[in-house]
């Protein structure tokens, strides 16, 4: 155990000092944001530091990453910001120069007329007029111009709405604040269409794909992206080899003839944490509420069936609610795991555990409901804007949450830590045979408390690219690794105390299993940021160890054959059907959500072209709810299990079970995936701004793609209705028990 441990511990530190060391480059490399704009011919002063600071917090203000995206991190009804501010400027830029020199529009002048003032439109907008001196950018006056359009363009978004961009009427009406959200905009394209210093790539390596300014794939994302695709078939076969030479060593175990959870003591603090499901529940059909609002909005802009719904509920507000619920509800299913497991683990109550239970159930219906509160009142504009950073909408995906619900968060996860963590920490002190598998297990748990914290890194003020490094450690760190840990750690524990595997084995496997996830998980943040105002650091470490990923995902097909051959080996195993069934469904979604749509979107050269679009959503959907969601599932299920002595009538978890999985997968097939290639080869052959496009997306064709996922989401909603009923009926039925 000590070679197993010394590797583990080997590999997280060299991994975190590769993640920091690229985030110093990060803060040290970022585009600047210039103290003035100044416009050449006249000296005038465009725009200065505070407007484009300003503007930032405006954009967060009105739903930030909810309403469109900036450098490809966002949502996907209104267009890219960067990526349509760079392409009308640049066609104004050409006309412009068409009319004056040629008297005639850009498209109707013959190819070498065209080719002269491409080049002179390339040298205007990529070459770097940053002055380190003054701090200062200079534009042309007819750049100015072409600003100056672009201004009046989106002014007119903001202020009067736009159906086809689901922005409803009226989202900003103030004058000052609709000029600083223009300059930050400017800012976040200047940044993707300047060339770095001495460098022939923009500060975010030539992203987005935009011809008419020669923004293409750099050599160093066509490079990592092939060596990435090389060690991923290399280190598939080394791990395959492992498995089969060290699958087959654990040490034996005979398989007990009865059920050895059924004589496990129950006790208070678990009864006491059951009423978590119960709101989980109603989270979860919330949270699907809002899904079906929020796509409706694709195919009719402001209404939901003909009503004027985006006044009261846009869609920057059903998104931000649709996505933060489904973080909390499965956060808060996993953390209840965690509390209803400690006395399990320990064999003893301790003191005030149910005195904690009760505080942190009330502080996350408190985080749930004042958040989501605090979201409205911020992009209605009813807060100021520091105001709205701290109890109003970030902004940021995921993020949502106002810095005070954050904060109030982070100490609710302190709490958990420690109540869990004695119980873990009480338990090791026995020196048993379980003593590895429960450290790994405390560590992930530690790991869960203290991760969260790094979402509290930036500040009001911080740049777009050191908040999207820290936005993604919460992200991805927190919740695709350290949580993945803890859910791995649970299942082998569980399993070992069934008496289906030996502890020793649970243990070396445990730390097995979160040594390789890690060794490619955490550098592997990196992967988010390739096109982020980020140095090529982070593409050339992201491509490579994002791959890596992939690796322990494809030997998934043997975790789904072990656990459908445990239903086999014994008829008590049949009472853990359904979690076995839900554990088999995350084997199953990691392979193909996180492996094969994770993957289709991990290479520098494929993020490229389609970062942001539905190919996004595809990974989003199939990862997050058919790995994160049906894992919190699948533990609902079994604390329900273990809790409950009585036979279940199985058609509500049957139904469920089955009505999830076929209607996931008939909305990716039948909606998601083919948007998703319309918008790649879209992206490819045409540029950017094109694949994000409303002359695209309401295209006949892609209209009926849209609607086509009705299909899927009527069969997914029916299964969570299912889920739903049979959670909070079989968790009343317990809560009324004299147990």
């Known amino acids: 155990m000590k070679k197993i441990w010394t590797i583990f511990i080997l590999v997280v530190v060299s991994s975190f000092a590769a993640l920091i060391w690229v985030g110093t480059e990060i803060y040290q490399t970022q585009p600047p944001i210039p103290e003035k704009v100044i416009v050449k011919e006249t000296n005038e002063v465009f725009y200065n530091k505070s407007d484009i600071q300003t503007g930032q917090n405006v954009w967060e203000s009105i739903g930030g990453m909810e309403v469109g995206s900036i450098w490809g991190h966002g949502s996907y009804v209104a267009p890219d910001w960067s990526a349509d501010w760079i392409h009308r400027e640049a066609k104004y830029l050409l006309n412009f120069w068409a009319h004056k020199d040629y008297g005639s529009s850009y498209k109707n002048l013959d190819v070498e007329k065209q080719g002269a003032l491409k080049a002179r439109l390339v040298k205007e907008i990529r070459t770097n007029t940053y002055n380190k001196s003054d701090g200062s950018i200079t534009i042309s006056k007819a750049r100015l111009a072409a600003i100056k359009a672009n201004i009046q363009h989106y002014s007119s978004i903001f202020f009067n709405g736009h159906e086809k961009y689901a922005i ?11 000029k600083q959200l223009n300059a930050f905009l400017f800012w976040t394209s200047w940044a993707a269409s300047t060339n770095r210093p001495n460098k022939d790539y923009t500060y975010t390596s030539n992203w987005p794909h935009e011809p008419l300014i020669n923004n293409t794939i750099t050599a160093d994302s066509q490079i990592w992206s092939g060596f990435s695709i090389i060690l991923l078939i290399l280190f598939i076969g080394i791990l395959a080899f492992y498995h089969i030479r060290n699958h087959e060593k654990g040490e034996a175990i005979t398989s007990p003839s009865k059920d050895p959870l059924l004589a496990m003591p129950l006790f208070r603090s678990q009864k006491a944490v059951l009423k978590y499901f119960f709101v989980v529940s109603l989270l979860i059909a919330l949270q699907v509420v809002l899904g079906i609002i929020t796509v409706h909005y694709t195919v009719e802009g402001q209404a939901f069936f003909g009503f004027e719904l985006s006044q009261y509920l846009p869609y920057s507000i059903t998104r931000t609610w649709h ?12 953390l209840a795991t965690g509390l209803f497991l400690a006395p399990m683990i320990s064999g003893k ?50 993020m ?12 609710g996860l302190i709490l ?12 090791i002190r026995k020196k048993d045979d379980s003593k590895h598998l429960l450290i790994i297990l405390l560590v992930a748990v530690m790991a869960i408390g203290m991760f969260f914290f790094s979402g509290l890194m930036y500040g009001e003020n911080s740049t777009l690219p050191v908040i999207n490094y820290w936005r993604w450690w919460l992200v991805h760190l927190w919740v695709e690794g350290f949580f993945e840990v803890f859910a791995t750690v649970t299942i082998a ?13 649970a243990g070396k496997a445990s730390i097995a299993s979160a040594t390789i996830f890690l060794a490619g998980g955490i550098i592997g943040t990196l992967h988010h940021l390739y096109y982020s105002g980020t140095p090529v650091q982070a593409i050339a470490l992201g491509a490579t160890f994002s791959a890596l990923e992939v690796v322990p995902l494809t030997l998934m097909g043997f975790e789904i054959r072990e656990n459908w051959n445990l239903l086999k080996e014994n008829e008590w195993i049949q009472r853990y059907k359904w979690p076995i069934f839900f554990f088999i469904s995350v084997a199953f979604w990691n392979m193909l959500g996180a492996g094969v749509f994770g993957f289709l979107i991990n290479p520098p050269i494929a993020l490229y072209y389609i970062q942001g679009l539905n190919t996004t959503a595809v990974h989003a959907h199939t990862a997050l709810f058919g790995v994160y969601g049906m894992l919190g599932m699948g533990f609902i299920i079994t604390c329900l299990r273990l809790y409950s002595k009585r036979l279940w009538n199985e058609k509500l978890i049957r139904n469920a079970f089955w009505l999830l999985n076929i209607g996931l997968i008939l909305m990716v ?17 045409k540029g950017y701004s094109y694949a994000r496009d409303a002359e695209l997306l309401y295209t006949p064709t892609v209209q009926t793609i849209k609607w086509m996922r009705i299909v899927g989401d009527v069969i997914f909603s029916v299964g969570i209705v299912y889920f739903c009923w049979f959670v909070i009926k079989e968790t009343v039925f317990l809560m009324k028990s004299k147990k």
């Open 493 to 505: 524990y569980l399993f070992s105390r069934m008496k289906i595997i030996s502890i020793k084995t």
């Open 416 to 427: 958990w830590m420690f109540m869990v963590g004695r119980h873990i920490l009480f338990a």
């Open 168 to 178: 409803q009427k009226g989202a900003l009406t103030d004058s000052t604040k609709l």
């Open 323 to 334: 996505t933060q619920l489904a973080v909390f509800w499965i956060a808060v299913t996993w």
């Open 349 to 398: 109550e301790m003191k005030y555990q149910i005195l904690g239970i009760n505080f942190l159930f009330i502080a996350a219906l408190i985080i749930v409901v004042g958040s989501m509160l605090g979201e409205w009142l911020g992009i209605h504009q009813f807060l100021e804007l520091s105001t709205n950073f701290f109890f109003g909408h970030q902004g940021y995906e995921y």
């Open 669 to 685: 097939v039948l909606s998601l995936l083919p948007l998703g290639i319309i918008q790649a080869y879209t992206s490819i052959t």
């Open 400 to 411: 949502d949450l106002g810095r005070f619900w954050q904060i109030l968060l982070a100490i």
